[in-house]
């Protein structure tokens, strides 16, 4: 299907939206996936609300010029899709990686985190990190533990004086 040149705009700035507001940007090669891999894949993304898009690579270069991002001219000698996540910086690479598990099709070919180039490398370092949530749980535990701490101290205390006045008690009836 050709694109009228008002569609092709339409698909950059779309684009040039899309990689201002995202947090991360994972770029991917689709080429050998199944239509129903690509189905499954862009159904979990969007659970999570995270974005799915392939767009030729000419207008993914203008929408990359706009957006005064550089990436490696290599990544865009073959078809890619553009997966992006604007809330968190870790969930996108992390449901790529685990995609990537099942389809063997699926490879990761780069991505951008934070208006900067990750490699493939990069990306899959930051799949191994914990989420936002998982970080967030972690920093409420370690907040926690202490005042946790302090009032199993002093309910001791406390209980160790009720045992005291009962065995006061005893001995006196």
Known sequence: MLLTRLQKEQLVSGMNENLAQAKT???VNFQGLKVKEIQDLKK????KGIGFQIIKNSLFKIALKNANLKIDDSILDQPIAVIWGLD??????KLIVEFGKTAEALKIVGGIVNKVFADELMIKQLAALPGRQELYAQLVGSLDAPMYRLASVLQGNLRSLVYI???YQEKKV
């Open 25 to 27: 940007a994972v770029l």
């Open 44 to 47: 979990k993304l969007k659970e």
């Open 88 to 93: 968190d910086e870790v969930e996108p690479a």
């Open 165 to 167: 006045l009962k065995q």
